[in-house]
């Protein structure tokens, strides 16, 4: 299976923005897709953004045309760079990669946007 370690979440201004990295332990360039999900307390883990090893993406509405995900094959790490963020951002962020029959999840990274 694949590790997957987040990093870059930190506590940042309404309007702000942050990138959030996701290194994996192997290559990625198999890996049919990777993504990034959320959990903000009390509610249930939801997509944020996707990215297939096709480079086709997919984004949650909510952060539609403030997130963007990339990925960068030849360093085996997945981006979220995002931008305007708001208070409703504020949740834990975590790497997922899909490959075959197998799901990987990172640990988390805690995001605060404070208003």
């Known amino acids: 299976q694949v590790q997957l370690v987040e990093s870059g979440g930190g506590l940042v201004q309404a309007g702000g923005s942050l990138r959030l990295s996701c290194a994996a332990s192997?290559?990625?360039?198999?890996?049919?897709?990777m993504g990034w999900y959320r959990q903000a307390p009390g509610k249930q883990r939801e997509l944020v953004a996707a990215i297939t090893s096709g480079g086709r993406t997919n984004y949650a509405d909510a952060v539609k045309g403030r997130f963007t995900i990339s990925r960068d094959n030849d360093r085996n790490m997945v981006f979220l760079q995002m931008d305007s963020l708001k208070p409703e951002d504020t949740a834990v962020y975590y790497c997922?990669?899909?490959?075959?029959?197998?799901?990987?999840w990172g640990q988390g990274t805690q995001v605060t946007v404070s208003s």
């Open positions: 997922h990669a899909a490959y075959g029959v197998f799901n990987s």
């Open positions: 192997r290559g990625i360039f198999t890996i049919n897709a």
